[in-house]
């Protein structure tokens, strides 16, 4: 158990609908980074947040958004589903002064049909 | 964009014999990166690799960073079958890439035959 959390577990909705991912960081992570994982795609880096801050985005749809509030959870929006979004989303978190070494949570899987 | 290739794709071996999955970077390095994600579950850090030459062992895991900083590898002696899984590298590239903002190669799927 890495102590990130992350929900729901599971998600199935359709096309078109808009979805949100909630993930709490380890106690004390100030940093928290969202990742798409698909088969074709392999584990694609979204964005991550510092304190409240976006830092660093990836390849992230304009479809998608995230925040991450003063309680350093942070949440991604998903809206306007395609089938392509079906994936597994993780996020990860850091400690302050080794960004680079992450832990992820147990992730979210969405199905979208 | 910084593309980080991982070969092989997949590996199949009997229990006991050895294991090697290669990382290669398109552009230059600050760090390296290594992950297991066991099937059905998450990706978990093994190591962080920094300086140029870079040995580390963990057990029966070694891990290099090449001397360019372009390329790293993990070989694993006499793999038992708790090994199984998905072995990624992931780099943050040099010269100005954000902290935190990782580049993952596609992962070595092991499968080990007891």
């Known amino acids: 158990d890495s102590g990130v959390t992350q929900t729901p577990k599971h998600l199935i909705t359709a096309t078109g609908q808009r979805v949100t991912l909630r993930c709490s960081p380890r106690s004390g992570d100030l940093s928290v980074y969202w990742y798409q994982q698909s088969l074709d795609q392999g584990l694609q880096f979204l964005i991550q947040y510092y304190n409240g801050e976006e830092r660093a985005k990836g390849n992230i749809l304009e479809r998608f958004s995230a925040q991450q509030f003063p309680d350093l959870h942070s949440e991604l929006n998903l809206s306007s589903l395609e089938l392509g979004d079906s994936a597994l989303y993780f996020c990860a978190s850091s400690v302050a002064g080794t960004p680079d070494t992450q832990y992820f949570g147990p992730g979210t899987r969405l199905t979208v049909l | 964009g910084q593309q980080v290739m991982q070969i092989p794709q997949y590996q199949h071996v009997q229990e006991g014999e050895d294991f090697t999955t290669y990382c290669n970077s398109s552009?230059?390095?600050?760090?390296i990166q290594w992950y297991k994600q066991r099937p059905g579950g998450h990706p978990v850090f093994l190591i962080q690799l920094v300086k140029s030459g870079e040995v580390k062992k963990q057990k029966r895991l070694t891990f290099q960073f090449g001397e360019a900083k372009k390329n790293s590898s993990l070989h694993i002696t006499a793999t038992q079958t708790t090994d199984v899984g998905t072995y990624f590298c992931?780099?943050?590239?040099?010269?100005?890439?954000?902290?935190?903002?990782?580049?993952f190669g596609q992962g070595t799927i092991l499968t080990v035959h007891p």
């Open positions: 992931a780099g943050r590239g040099a010269g100005g890439t954000s902290y935190g903002k990782l580049t």
């Open positions: 552009t230059t390095l600050s760090n």
